[in-house]
């Protein structure tokens, strides 16, 4: 690639977050800047030679840090400064010389390609040097990404990545190595494409500086993902549900993600079985958590899981409610009032509460093995049809 000629069209920058990596950012730079002088450097608040060495740069743009904030400062500092300087994209690359700025134009030809995505540059995690723990953390990662995101990724911690930066969220709560998920996640929640792209990959024990703090940071990236996990399992996958709905229309909806889906018949059963279940039984507030952690740990149809633990939806309610206190009856020997005579608040299910948690339990599980096998025999008689035609 000849240098920036390529890349100014596509008005790009290089961000380059550093952090005391005295024995390698000369190297970084130099080679970067053989494939753009269009560079912003964060120096991160380093008390090692990093100043000296960056005064010899003059061509790029300098961003100084009195005191060390966080790679995820960093990054998002950057990011301001590029989009205050007009740029559209910016690629991120590590200072600690584990990557090769000859893969920039490698994102460059990817983003002609593929349109507005952010790119991940993907390591050989299995190749010779790599630490075992960068390998651990990186599956780690990856698992948390998908079940958030339902994205599956080879690699979601590498440093090396483009950003288009019109579309990633302008806000962050992150500042420190948990930023580099948090941005990835939010961003695939507001539809950009996320994707993973080849890279080359150098670890030098002799020269790399590694400033991720086990303990400390392990914890921090835990808690983002709790939290991340629990947005999406009550706000982003019911939103993404409804607006799959509303888009393709109930019909076109039932055919494409239950008839037609690629899931078994028994998986799709079983999916409507626990559906029901949960939307049963008296986890009231949890329904949606509950059935959409257990559809992912036992890898069941989420979509299908949810739809029917809406059998519980308020005009349901009383019915679900008399009907669990009736099934009680027969295990407590509590009379339950006529249907008629009922109130259905708070203070009535508190008197009577064994016997509703009992019976919804036992109604839970009737129902759910009433609608599975009912889904599984019409799923069946669907299938036997088609294959017929």
């Not at 390529?6 to 970067?32: A, E, G, W």
Request: net charge positive; charged share 20%.
């Amino acid at each position: 690639m000849e240098h920036p000629t390529q890349m100014k069209p596509l008005h790009f920058c290089v961000i380059v977050p550093t952090y005391n990596n005295r024995k390698t950012l000369r190297r970084v730079l130099d080679s970067v800047l053989e494939q753009t002088t269009e560079v912003i450097v964060v120096n991160d608040g380093s008390t090692d030679e990093t100043p000296q060495i960056l005064a010899d740069y003059p061509q790029i743009t300098l961003i100084n840090f009195p005191q060390n904030q966080g790679k995820g400062m960093a990054l998002r500092e950057g990011f301001k400064k590029a989009m205050a300087m007009g740029y559209d994209y910016a690629i991120t690359i590590d200072s600690d010389g584990q990557h090769f700025a000859t893969d920039i134009p490698i994102f460059v030809e990817a983003i002609q390609e593929t349109g507005d995505a952010l790119l991940i540059g993907s390591r050989n995690m299995k190749q010779e040097g790599v630490p075992g723990k960068s390998s651990f953390g990186n599956n780690f990662s990856n698992f948390w990404f998908w079940f958030e995101t339902g994205i599956r990724m080879n690699d979601t911690q590498s440093g090396f990545r483009a950003y288009p930066l019109k579309l990633i969220p302008k806000r962050y709560v992150t500042n420190k190595f948990e930023f580099e998920i948090e941005v990835i996640v939010r961003s695939a929640w507001k539809g950009v494409p996320v994707k993973n792209i080849p890279i080359q990959i150098l670890y030098d024990p002799n020269e790399r500086v590694s400033h991720f703090r086990p303990f400390k940071d392990f914890t921090r990236i835990s808690i983002l993902n709790t939290v991340l996990v629990a947005i999406a399992l009550v706000y982003i996958k019911p939103r993404d549900l409804i607006r799959k709905l509303k888009k393709k229309g109930l019909k076109k909806f039932l055919l494409e993600n239950i008839l037609h889906n690629e899931d078994s018949n028994t998986q799709k059963a079983l999916s409507i079985a626990l559906g029901v279940f949960i939307g049963v039984s008296p986890l009231w507030g949890f329904h949606t958590i509950g059935v959409l952690f257990l559809a992912v740990l036992f890898r069941l149809n989420k979509v299908i899981a949810y739809a029917f633990s809406n059998v519980s939806i308020p005009p349901m309610i009383p019915f679900l409610v008399y009907g669990s206190l009736k099934m009680g009856e027969v295990f407590t020997g509590t009379a339950t009032p006529a249907f008629s005579e009922m109130t259905f608040d708070f203070e009535s299910l508190k008197n009577n509460l064994t016997q509703y948690l009992i019976g919804s339990f036992i109604l839970a599980s009737l129902s759910a093995v009433i609608f599975g096998l009912a889904g599984y025999l019409i799923l069946t008689f669907f299938s036997t049809f088609r294959h017929k035609k």
